[in-house]
T-cell receptor, first 117, second 113 residues
């Protein structure tokens, strides 16, 4: 089975621009979560989608948004980029969640490294 | 809300020796899972092992095992027979009723030949 894929792997943008990152989950996984990783803040949860619905959202400004398509692929968008948005953005997929069972395990993609100049 | 604490910023271990990475958790969810991930310098987060709150036995996965002590709220990762390729950042994470994983600050493990 193919793992989680993310595109692009690297991205360089300038302040004020917007960016769209893409994530394809493991086949059969309907839950997709996004995380931001920075040296200063560590790993922080952005949002999670299940069956095209946003189920949970982290503490990020409205410039960060996402969506999920009917095939479970997900995109996240960051508008009006700021220097502080430079980070590794990780996408993860899981079969289920909240069950307290191994099917809750989130498998991560390789990440998209975003640099904002 | 969940909280995950990793108190070891960095650790050294000799090749072929065992090493224990500490993790304590705090959660109000009755049903939860604890996960360990490995992140090499490439950045990819690699799943290692899972322990569910209802599991009676400690999880094991090859050279990885979890020392789960519910009363102490600890879920320490034990890596046996360390290899040079084990050098990486290791994160403990907790998940509960939602699919929001809370991560610890990580432990940087260096395996020395």
């Amino acid at each position: 089975k193919a793992g989680v894929t993310q595109t692009p792997r690297y991205l360089i943008k300038t302040r004020g621009q917007q960016v769209t990152l893409s994530c394809s989950p493991i086949s059969g996984h309907r839950s997709v979560s996004w995380y931001q990783q920075t040296p200063g803040q560590g790993l922080q949860f952005l949002f999670e989608y299940f069956s095209e619905t946003q189920r949970n959202k982290g503490n990020f400004p409205g410039r960060f948004s996402g969506r999920q398509f009917s095939n479970s692929r997900s995109e996240m968008n960051v508008s009006t980029l700021e220097l502080g948005d430079s980070a590794l953005y990780l996408c993860a997929s899981s079969l289920a969640y909240g069950s307290g069972r191994p099917s809750d395990t989130q498998y991560f993609g390789p990440g998209t490294r975003l640099t904002v100049l | 809300a969940q909280k995950i604490t990793q108190t070891q910023p960095g650790m050294f271990v000799q090749e072929k020796e065992a090493v224990t990475l500490d993790c304590t958790y705090d959660t109000s969810d009755p049903s939860y899972g604890l996960f360990w991930y490995k992140q090499p310098s490439s950045g990819e987060m690699i799943f290692l092992i899972y322990q569910g709150s209802y599991d009676q036995q400690n999880a094991t996965e090859g050279r990885y095992s979890l020392n789960f002590q519910k009363a102490r709220k600890s879920a320490n990762l034990v890596i046996s027979a360390s290899q040079l390729g084990d050098s990486a950042m290791y994160f403990c994470a907790g998940g509960g009723a939602t699919n929001k994983l809370i991560f610890g600050t990580g432990t940087l493990l260096a395996v020395q030949p």
